[in-house]
C-alpha cells in the first residue's frame, strides 16, 4: 500500500490536501453543531484523509488487467519489515483519534479493520496501480489495534473513560463492532467472492483464472514502452515463477518484448531490440543512473519508488550499466534490475516480485 513514493503518486499531496480540508470542516461543523470540542473529530479527519489519499491515490504505472488479490502465509514476515511497519503506523493514529472522539473502541477497531479491507479491495477494482494484498490488512489491523489499546489505556488512566458529552457503553460498543465487523466484513468479502480472483501463494492455482483480453494492457504498455507506431506481433502465456506468482502474458513487438502479469497488467520484464541512433556519446554515471531510476519509478513503482538509490555494476564490455533496486523491506525477494547502455537508453528490466 506504502510502496509507492510521491514521484509515483503524484496525486498523493493534492488528494490529501482536498480530502484533509473537506474532512477537517466537515467534523469541525458537526463538532460544533453536538457541543463537542472540535479539536479529536478535525484531527480524526484530517487522518481519515491521509489514509484515503495514500491508499487509493493511483499510480503513474496504473494497472489495466482484471482485479485481484494476494493471500497466503507470508504475512506475518511481510508485517515484520519495513513496508509493514510503514502500513501499521498509517493506522496507529486514525484508531487512536477515533477512540478520543467516539469512546468506542471495539467499534473504533472494527470499523478501521473494515476500512482496510474496503480500501484493499477497491485498490485492484479502481486500477490504482496498488496491489491488494492480505498482507497489507494484516499490518493495517495490527496498528488499529496498537492505536485502539494505546488511546483506551491513556483515557483509562486519565479517568475520562466517560466523556462529558457520551458515556462510555460497553454494551453498545460490543454491539456495535459486531455489526461493522460482521456485516461490513460480509460485503467486502461478497464482493471479493463476485469480482476478485484470490491468488495464493506460489504454487497454487488461481480460483477464478479468467482472465482473457490480454491485449488491451498489450497494446497500452507497447505504447508505452515503444512509442507510437509500433506493431504488436503476437501474445502468449507463459509461466515464470522465479519472477512471479501469477500467471504472465509475454508480447513480441518489431522493437521488443516483454512480459506482463495477465490479471493485474504490471510490468515483469521488457527488451528494448531496436538498435540505438547513430552519434550517441557516453554518460556519466550519474546519468546513467537517472535515466534508469526514472524508468524504474515509471514501469516498476512498486520495486523502485520506495527503494534507496540503486546499487550500480562496474561498466559491461560496451559500458553499459546494470542498476539493482531493492526495496528496504527484506521480507521476500523483491528486486529489480535494470540495464542501460553507455548511451543513455534502457536495454533491459526485469523485477522479481516473490514473497
Request: aromatic share 8%.
Amino acid at each position: 500500500m506504502l510502496e509507492v513514493s510521491l514521484s509515483a503518486a503524484p496525486l498523493l499531496f493534492p488528494a490529501f490536501a482536498v480530502l484533509g480540508v473537506l474532512f477537517g470542516a466537515v467534523a469541525f461543523r458537526l463538532a460544533r453543531r453536538w457541543g463537542r470540542p472540535p479539536l479529536g473529530p478535525v484531527l480524526w479527519g484530517v487522518a481519515l484523509a491521509g489514509e484515503l489519499a495514500v491508499t487509493l491515490a493511483p499510480t503513474t504505472g496504473g494497472s489495466f488487467g482484471e482485479p485481484n488479490c494476494v493471500f497466503g502465509t507470508g504475512g506475518w514476515g511481510v508485517a515484520h519489515g519495513l513496508q509493514g511497519a510503514l502500513n501499521l503506523a498509517l493506522y496507529v493514529p486514525l484508531a487512536a483519534l477515533g477512540v478520543w472522539v467516539f469512546r468506542r473502541p471495539l467499534s473504533v477497531l472494527a470499523g478501521c479493520v473494515l476500512l482496510s479491507a474496503t480500501t484493499e479491495v477497491l485498490q485492484t477494482v479502481l486500477r490504482t496501480g496498488r496491489l491488494c494484498d492480505a498482507a497489507d490488512l494484516l499490518d493495517n489491523s495490527s496498528g488499529a489495534l496498537l492505536g485502539t489499546v494505546l488511546a483506551a489505556a491513556v483515557l483509562a488512566v486519565a479517568g475520562r473513560a466517560a466523556s462529558p458529552w457520551r458515556s462510555f457503553a460497553p454494551r453498545r460498543d460490543a454491539l456495535g463492532a459486531l455489526t461493522t465487523a460482521g456485516g461490513g466484513l460480509a460485503a467486502v468479502a461478497l464482493v471479493v467472492w463476485l469480482y476478485v480472483p484470490l491468488y495464493g501463494p506460489a504454487g497454487h492455482t488461481p480460483p477464478r483464472p479468467d482472465v482473457t483480453d490480454v491485449r488491451a494492457p498489450a497494446q497500452y504498455l507497447m505504447a508505452g514502452l515503444f512509442g507510437p507506431g509500433d506493431r504488436l506481433e503476437r501474445t502468449s502465456p507463459v509461466t515464470d515463477t522465479a519472477h512471479s506468482v501469477f500467471p504472465l502474458t509475454e508480447a513480441v513487438t518489431d522493437r521488443g518484448r516483454f512480459r506482463f502479469e495477465a490479471g493485474s497488467g504490471r510490468l515483469v520484464s521488457v527488451e528494448f531490440t531496436a538498435p540505438e541512433a547513430a552519434g550517441g556519446g557516453p554518460r556519466s554515471e550519474d546519468e546513467l543512473r537517472h535515466v534508469g531510476t526514472e524508468f524504474a519509478k515509471t514501469w516498476f513503482p512498486d520495486l523502485a519508488a520506495g527503494a534507496p538509490s540503486p546499487t550500480v555494476a562496474a561498466p559491461g564490455p560496451d559500458g553499459s550499466r546494470l542498476l539493482a533496486f531493492r526495496p528496504p523491506d527484506t521480507a521476500g525477494t523483491r528486486l529489480l534490475e535494470v540495464t542501460v547502455s553507455a548511451s543513455g537508453r534502457v536495454r533491459s528490466a526485469i523485477a522479481t516480485r516473490v514473497r
